[in-house]
């Protein structure tokens, strides 16, 4: 398994470099089989000049946000897209300082005061950080993870048994997702991923 950005991983796969990925749908699904697992949050970032708990997350109106500048991830990405078709949908036309496809790297720039974003909930965690965690009233961010191979039809059954022991392993873990086929289930509250799973969830 390899991190990185979904676009860079589904190359990976198709290429035969990599062999398992966790990535953010939508994506083409030629020559992958990909396996929907959650949804996660993407809530909004805003710096604070003094450090705040994690934890709550608070609220704020669309309108608040006109004129704010935004550290976002490129626009040719998938994060990119999702984050856009979110502005378009409550009526913000964000001012772009800086566009960067690195997490952590946004994070600290709006620790350093550079301006807001909204970045995935999974590498918000911790307990003191220079940020506040807002959501906009009325509206959620989300982002839909799955893990993704080449369509290796020797390989699938070890597939299937990856994402069972995933979301076996943390039943409270985002909302779990049917296949494309079929409907979404309803949310399910979220709780901490085990330990030992962890690293399966820490890519972008």
């Known amino acids: 398994m390899t991190g990185g950005v979904t676009e860079e991983i589904t ?3 198709i290429d035969r470099r990599f062999d398992l ?3 953010t749908l939508p994506v083409s699904e030629e020559h992958l089989k990909i396996l ?9 970032l805003r710096p604070s000049p003094t450090p705040v708990r994690g934890g709550h997350v608070g609220s704020m109106r669309a309108s608040e946000l006109a004129g704010v500048p935004f550290l976002l991830y ?3 990405s998938n994060m990119g897209s999702i984050i856009d078709q979110f502005f378009a949908k409550i009526g913000v036309t964000p001012r772009v300082l800086m566009e960067a496809d690195d997490t952590e790297a946004i994070k ?4 350093s005061g550079f301006g807001y974003s909204m970045l995935p909930e999974h590498a918000l965690r911790g307990q ?5 965690t807002l959501r906009i009233a009325g509206h959620q961010l989300t982002r839909r993870q799955a893990l993704a191979m080449a369509a290796v039809r020797r390989a699938w ?4 048994e990856i994402r069972t022991a995933m979301t076996s392993a943390a039943p409270g873990q985002g909302r779990q997702m049917a296949p494309a086929s079929r409907q979404t289930p309803q949310t399910t509250s979220r709780r901490p991923i085990p330990h030992d799973h962890q690293s399966y969830l820490e890519f972008l």
């Open 128 to 132: 003191t950080r220079f940020f506040h």
């Open 74 to 76: 490129p626009k040719q």
């Open 21 to 23: 990925g966790l990535i």
């Open 108 to 111: 600290r720039l709006v620790e």
């Open 36 to 44: 929907p697992l959650f949804e996660e949050e993407l809530p909004l």
């Open 157 to 160: 059954r070890v597939f299937e």
């Open 11 to 13: 190359a990976g796969l």
